[in-house]
């Protein structure tokens, strides 16, 4: 079964940290391309964080720069997105997703045919 289940999210305070974590199953995501997407209502997919296969490439968006790092223990078949500094902006349901055919990094949604459920991040002020 090919699956991920994101976990980690919820409620923090505006400068608060938060640790999000990709469970996938099988070792067939354990060099796999992986990425962290998040989205509003009404709003576009979009990018925040990717890691290749190795766990040595990594890429981010522009507005999680300095605050955010992507990282991945391919023992636990898990990648992690810790967020620091966190801004009311960064609230959104933050997906996990992963290319299990593929190990260099992606910014590109249509990249990553498998994807996790969702976690809620909510940063108050």
């Known amino acids: 079964q090919v699956q991920l289940v994101e976990s980690g999210g919820g409620l923090v305070q505006t400068g608060g940290s938060l640790r999000l974590s990709c469970a996938a199953s099988?070792?067939?995501?354990?060099?796999?391309?992986m990425g962290w997407f998040r989205q509003t209502p009404g709003n576009e997919r979009e990018f925040v964080a990717a890691i290749s296969g190795s766990g040595s490439g990594t890429s981010y968006a522009d507005s999680v720069k300095g605050r955010f790092t992507i990282s991945r223990d391919n023992a636990k078949i898990t990648v992690y997105l810790q967020m620091n500094m966190l801004k009311a902006e960064d609230t959104a349901v933050y997906y996990c997703a992963g290319n299990p055919n593929r190990r260099t990094t992606s910014t590109a949604s249509t990249y990553y045919p498998y994807w996790g459920q969702g976690t809620q991040v909510t940063v108050s002020s």
């Open positions: 099988g070792r067939t995501f354990s060099s796999a391309s």
